[in-house]
């Protein structure tokens, strides 16, 4: 067994951390911003609130199947969500926070772009 140094630091963490639950439902966020069509896609939903997926297809060069199967994962995920007109069936990002997460991942990426770090 490892050696513990705090052990009231060891313990105030501990009980500090994310239920199972909750981290088992972060990683299934994260995983649904694993695929690069997925991230096309928020990245699309971004710029513009309401797509179709005609449109969300036509933006991306790929097929309205392709495009519905990531949004159906994006949505069991609740990144994304739907509003129906006719038979038209549009897309937005759930809320505010898949917005934030989303814009402070680009941050990151950029962040050496900023230092002037290569």
Known sequence: ?????????????????MASDDVAIAC???KALSDPTRVSIVDALQ???WLCVSDLAAILGMSKSA????LCYLRLN???KVRREGRRVFYALCDSHVE?????AISHIHEDEKRGVD
Not at 1 to 17: A, D, H, I, W
């Open 78 to 80: 609740n990144l994304v």
């Open 47 to 49: 710029i513009h609130k």
């Open 28 to 30: 299934e966020f994260f």
């Open 1 to 17: 067994m490892t050696e513990v140094v705090s052990k009231s630091l060891v313990e105030e963490v501990r009980s500090k951390m």
């Open 67 to 70: 495009v519905s199967h990531q």
């Open 100 to 104: 934030q997460v989303f814009a402070l």
